[in-house]
């Protein structure tokens, strides 16, 4: 999401020597020539020709000009001295001027609550001073953070109120940007007609006032609305315009551009050509400090990898999205993350599901056991401190948990008597034939050590891998003890199911197989049940919606 915010100050009054660096800087600036422009206001700062009134402008030029160069550090140390100069000058108009560019510098790093702070108390002292100007460029900062946050019709007054008040001051140029944001606003909105009328009216505002930066950025219109209208020529076509116009100065916008084309090629199953672009948007947004677009790239990173059916990188970036987007407290992009979390859980839980009705189908004995063991492990996990997202993936292990077993011959799963030597160990084989049947699905979480490993016991003496203690992973010691519980108080081929106490006393007896802390953590809930196995009433709810809390 790109906005600009202009700089109105002027350096009326002075010699024509100090005016004319006033002027080349202004007309660096038009052209997108932000270095240079960098060093021009530098001099101003420290030409003792210009009137204090102007060496204070040149430090919040200065400011704005290193934010459009990427450098927040910069930035800052400029501005706050700046601040710091025009409370000594008790200036109302200076000090709005001066807040309000630290406000945009907060904006572009994703600190929305402090800008959306200093935009109020800009607006104070822009008031108090009468500075219309100033007036309607707070506006639109402030319906950039509304739009941001999700707050499109709430941007959309912000924006016209600003695109009011430069109008009734004939800023031609500023009204232009003002568009731009407007034309931003409709196209989140999914109102791509009234989009475009906005962009092509501050093209054609850009063109009267010769800013060639600000008109190839949006005539013709940016590449957002005509990617989600599925143009991807003439998207691609702009992109690469906006990428060839300067090549010294890297803008803000640059990034943007990356990620734009990093979609097309994404949108064209050139997989290859996406991750590259959005590599050089990832690392445009880092070295820029643009929370923004990288909270957007991150997201775009997800819907690659979904695209590609790669789970636990998409997982990941979700994540982060979701992450980045939190501290913008921009809710609208919040609920598209978490729908698109909740679309992959649904896939893995689906997958789990079929895989676990599979095993089951070859033992009559063993209906329901993955599902009852996943309640059970997610109980326990929750107790033992789980956060939400570990709980699901455990849930999904738990339900895959005896996958393996379907390399075991029906007749061995359903025999009544006792297993021969031969026959156990082709049922010990189970753990490792199930890590093999899952090799190839590139699962997040441990659920790999629950299928391999909750076979171990806390002595050493179980099985695949013969570990001991904190050495078996904490999901395969969880998945033991439910996996227990559940095969005593359940009819088995052997014997009938046994009640919760006499389960329990069995498994505190069975010195050296489970975490005693896990144990006694979970057969202390597990008594509390009216039924054995049946979760209480209040984890009832949670178990149906897939998740534990």
């Given amino acids: 999401m790109s906005t600009r915010t202009p700089t109105v100050e002027t350096g009326a009054g002075e010699s024509p020597g100090v005016q004319a660096t006033i002027d080349s800087a202004k007309q660096a600036e038009h052209e997108g020539r932000w270095t240079d422009a ?77 800008a959306a702070a200093m935009y109020a108390a800009a607006r104070v002292k822009a008031e108090i001073s009468g500075d219309g100007a100033r007036i309607a460029m707070i506006d639109q900062n402030v319906g950039t953070v ?42 989140e909105l999914g109102e791509f007609a009234d989009a475009e009328a906005a962009w092509a009216e501050a093209g054609r505002g850009f063109a009267k006032e010769g ?27 702009l ?3 906006l990428l060839a116009a300067r090549t010294d100065d890297v803008p803000q916008w640059r990034g943007e551009v990356f990620r734009h084309i990093g979609v097309i090629a994404r949108e064209r199953a050139d997989f290859a050509g996406a991750a590259d672009y959005l590599a050089r948007a990832e690392e445009h947004a880092t070295a820029t400090g643009n929370l923004i677009l990288k909270a957007d790239v991150a997201e775009q990173h997800a819907e690659l990898y979904w695209a590609q059916k790669r789970h636990r990188e998409m997982l990941q970036s979700l994540n982060e999205a979701h992450t980045l987007y939190s501290q913008l407290k921009a809710q609208h992009r919040i609920a598209h993350v978490e729908k698109r979390n909740g679309a992959l859980e649904s896939r893995f839980l689906e997958m789990a599901g079929q ?26 996990a929750d107790a033992a401190g789980f956060n939400s997202r570990s709980l699901f993936w455990f849930r999904i292990g738990a339900l895959l948990h005896d996958i393996g077993k379907i390399i075991v011959p029906t007749e061995v799963l359903n025999k009544p008597g006792k297993l021969t030597p ?24 441990d659920i790999r050590a629950i299928i391999r490993n909750h076979h171990e016991r806390w002595d050493g003496t179980g099985y695949p891998d013969g570990l001991a203690g904190e050495g078996i992973p904490l999901e395969a010691r969880i998945l033991c003890v439910a996996d227990v519980y559940d095969a005593l108080t359940t009819t088995r081929s052997y014997r009938p199911g046994l009640t919760h106490g006499r389960a329990a006393e069995i498994m505190r007896s069975s010195t050296g197989q489970f975490d005693l802390q896990l144990l006694e953590m ?28």
Avoid at 426 to 444: S, W
Wanted: net charge negative.
């Fill in 38 to 114: 960098i060093a021009l206001y530098e001099g101003l700062v420290r030409d003792p020709a210009a009137h204090p009134h102007t060496r204070l402008a040149a430090l919040r030029w200065l400011g704005r000009a290193y934010l459009e160069l990427g450098n927040r550090s910069a930035a800052f140390d400029v501005l706050e001295a700046a601040v710091a100069a025009a409370d000594v000058t008790g200036s109302p108009a200076a000090v709005a001027q001066a807040l309000n560019v630290v406000g945009i510098v907060y904006q572009m790093g994703g600190q929305l609550d402090q």
């Fill in 422 to 445: 031969e026959e156990w160990e082709i049922m010990k084989r189970h753990p490792v034939a199930g890590l093999d049947l899952v090799a190839d699905i590139d699962f997040p979480g």
């Fill in 522 to 549: 979970f057969l202390e809930w597990a008594g509390t049940a009216d039924i054995p196995g049946r979760p209480t009433p209040q984890r009832a709810a949670i178990f149906a919606a897939g998740v534990l809390s």
């Fill in 239 to 241: 992109s690469q315009k």
């Fill in 211 to 237: 800013d060639l930066a600000r008109q190839l950025e949006l005539t013709p219109p940016p590449p957002p609305p005509y990617i989600a209208t599925k143009r991807y020529d003439e998207a691609l076509a």
């Fill in 355 to 380: 895989w676990g009705n599979s095993i089951e189908s070859k033992d009559r004995y063993t209906r329901g056991h993955c599902d009852r063991v996943a309640f059970f492990g997610c109980v326990l």
């Fill in 146 to 187: 509304a739009m941001i946050r999700g707050d499109l019709r709430g941007a959309l007054e912000a924006f016209r109120l600003s695109h009011l008040g430069y109008q009734s001051l004939g800023m031609k140029s500023h009204e232009a940007q003002v568009l731009n944001n407007i034309g931003l606003a409709y196209m």
